[in-house]
């Protein structure tokens, strides 16, 4: 178990539909990052926040938006689901401060299944 | 856009010691090496990290060649556990996010 707490752990939906993501990073740690995994891909790095404030863009779509909260947990809301928009998103976090040797620990995921 | 290039996938026999490779040609000064791996469709598992020392750990050791353009993830006695996919990742001290290319797929056979 990392500490990272992500949910709901399955999520399905229908195309045109808005979900959100919830992420509760582990005690102390004040980044949290965002990926997309489709089937048999790699990961694709979304987002990073770090205390509240959003560090580091990757590929992220314009439907997609998220945001870190004064709790520091993170919520990612995916909106105009489309079928491709499958896929599993993890959630990591890292402590203090932000530096490059902080290591990140992940979730167990999300899976959207977008029908 | 990753900036390593690992073999896609690798085996290894079961008690042996695997070596992953992993080119970083373009590393600067203050930029991390950083190995996750993936076990299924599992969170990915922090192994190990380093800037130009070899490290070890209770996973892994990890050597860095002197002009850090490459470095080797050595699991010293694989298990069928160990079968995973494997990321290397560069880091930098400027900008952490961590971009995760396409990893090695190591599979460790009886």
């Known amino acids: 178990d990392s500490g990272v707490t992500q949910t709901p752990k399955h999520l399905i939906t229908a195309t045109g539909q808005r979900v959100t993501l919830r992420c509760s990073p582990r005690?102390?740690?004040?980044?949290v990052y965002w990926y997309q995994q489709s089937l048999d891909q790699g990961l694709q790095f979304l987002i990073q926040?770090?205390?509240?404030?959003?560090?580091a863009k990757g590929n992220i779509l314009e439907r997609f938006s998220a945001q870190q909260f004064p709790d520091l947990h993170s919520e990612l809301n995916l909106s105009s689901l489309e079928l491709g928009d499958s896929a599993l998103y993890f959630c990591?976090?890292?402590?203090?401060?932000?530096?490059?040797?902080?290591?990140?620990?992940f979730g167990q995921g999300t899976r959207l299944t977008v029908v | 856009d990753a900036k390593t290039t690992q073999p896609p996938s690798m085996d290894c026999a079961e008690g042996r010691a695997a070596n992953l490779p992993c080119n970083h040609s373009?590393?600067?000064?203050?930029?991390?090496v950083y190995w996750y791996r993936q076990i299924h469709s599992q969170g990915p598992q922090y192994i190990i990290h380093?800037?130009?020392n070899n490290e070890t750990n209770e996973m892994a050791s990890l050597i860095i060649t002197e002009d850090r353009k490459s470095s080797t993830l050595i699991l010293p006695h694989a298990t069928l556990r160990d079968t995973a996919v494997y990321y290397c990742?560069?880091?930098?001290?400027?900008?952490?996010?961590?971009?995760f290319g396409a990893g090695t797929r190591l599979t460790v056979k009886p």
């Open positions: 990591a976090s890292s402590p203090p401060p932000l530096r490059a040797n902080t290591e990140a620990f």
């Open positions: 005690s102390g740690d004040l980044s």
């Open positions: 926040y770090y205390n509240g404030e959003e560090r």
């Open positions: 373009t590393i600067s000064g203050n930029e991390y």
């Open positions: 380093g800037l130009k």
């Open positions: 990742i560069v880091r930098s001290q400027t900008n952490n996010d961590m971009r």
